[in-house]
């Protein structure tokens, strides 16, 4: 299954980007590059994986780094969320 990535730029609240599917390696280094593009705009950075129902290591990897950059990562189920807060990656579930 692939990975979609919608990029929604708000000129005050910055740019969020949307992942529907699975991260999962190669689709991790796709999204890195789209963070690093986007993080170019000095705005914030939101990475919204409502859409995600799984991550792989490569996937976690990158969203650690994300997560030391700054980025904003939301939306999570509770699975998710979970794996992430286990990783030592803040991340919000999309009921907070």
Do not use: H
């Not at 999204?31 to 490569?58: H, N, Y």
């Not at 976690?60 to 990562?73: A, F, H, K, P, Y």
């Amino acid at each position: 299954m692939v990975l979609r990535i919608t990029r929604d730029d708000e000129p005050v609240s910055g740019v969020t980007l949307k992942l529907d599917g699975r991260l999962t390696d190669p689709w991790a280094g796709l999204l890195e590059q789209e963070c690093s593009r986007a993080l170019r705009s000095t705005r914030p950075v939101i990475i919204d994986l409502s859409g995600v129902a799984f991550v792989d290591r490569a996937g976690l990897d990158t969203l650690s780094r994300l997560d030391r950059e700054g980025v904003s990562i939301r939306g999570c189920s509770d699975l998710v969320a979970s794996i992430l807060t286990a990783e030592g990656i803040r991340a919000e579930r999309a009921s907070d």
